[in-house]
């Protein structure tokens, strides 16, 4: 089964703090994703990446970073944590585009930032 | 830009009964794919089934079963015999043919089952 593993469950931050929130897939998946799921918001993409070290902004990239130096891993960085940064973030994976692939998903962060 | 709409926040459905999700989605694209994902209280979303926008037949999946209507743009979830397993939120989801492996997520509908 593919696995796809969450630094954290839960996180709690202060305003204006440097926060990483790391994702680990063991499938070998060359694509991984970071959204974030707000209710009434659904699931909104803020980043992906379909090789190491590369990068594509999604829908909602402004106040993150990421970073993948490795196949496995994929960082998502709050350079200055705010309140409104204040959501669960779910990581997910998926193998190169071949249509009907389907994405593997993290148990979830859910970040507070106070 | 795909917009993807769940009209119902919230949907509930006697044990052993038949409830059905709504969908619809906005694209000007021929070729797609759309998906339906379950996401349990505090366990990791799951795919429950996937339909190919060029396939006229509705995608299966046991007790799951789709409603696809391309030229209404409508992709409704049905779940038959329903479980309290089946109690989640549920995600309709877009993916466009030309568009690499991105989703764009629906708002979400939390099924509630009672026994």
């Known amino acids: 089964d593919v696995k796809v593993t969450q630094s954290s469950r839960y996180l709690v931050k202060r305003t204006g703090e440097k926060v990483f929130l790391e994702c680990v897939q063991d499938?070998?998946?060359?694509?991984m994703f970071w959204y974030r799921q707000d209710p009434g918001l659904g699931l909104r993409l803020i980043y992906f990446s379909y090789d190491v070290k590369m990068k594509e902004k999604g829908d909602i990239p402004e106040g993150y970073s990421v970073s993948r130096e490795k196949k496995e891993r994929f960082s998502l960085i709050l350079e200055s944590a705010s309140t409104n940064q204040t959501s669960m973030y779910l990581c997910?994976?998926?193998?190169?585009?071949?249509?009907?692939?389907?994405?593997?998903f993290g148990p979830g962060t859910r970040l507070t930032v106070t | 830009a795909q917009t993807v709409t769940q009209s119902q926040p919230e949907m509930s459905v006697q044990e052993a009964e038949t409830v059905t999700l709504s969908c619809t989605y906005d694209?000007?694209?021929?070729?797609?794919?759309l998906f339906w994902y379950k996401q349990p209280p505090s366990r990791q979303m799951i795919l429950v089934i996937r339909?190919?926008?060029?396939?006229?037949q509705n995608a299966t999946e046991n007790r799951f079963s789709v409603n696809f209507q391309k030229a209404a743009k409508s992709f409704s979830l049905k779940i038959s015999d329903s479980q309290l397993g089946d109690a989640a939120m549920y995600f309709c989801?877009?993916?466009?043919?030309?568009?690499?492996?991105?989703?764009?997520f629906g708002e979400g509908t939390q099924l509630t089952v009672n026994p």
């Open positions: 499938m070998d998946h060359e694509n």
């Open positions: 997910a994976s998926s193998l190169p585009w071949t249509g009907e692939d389907e994405q593997y």
């Open positions: 339909q190919e926008a060029y396939k006229q």
């Open positions: 989801a877009y993916k466009q043919e030309t568009s690499g492996s991105r989703l764009t």
């Open positions: 694209t000007s694209e021929s070729d797609y794919y």
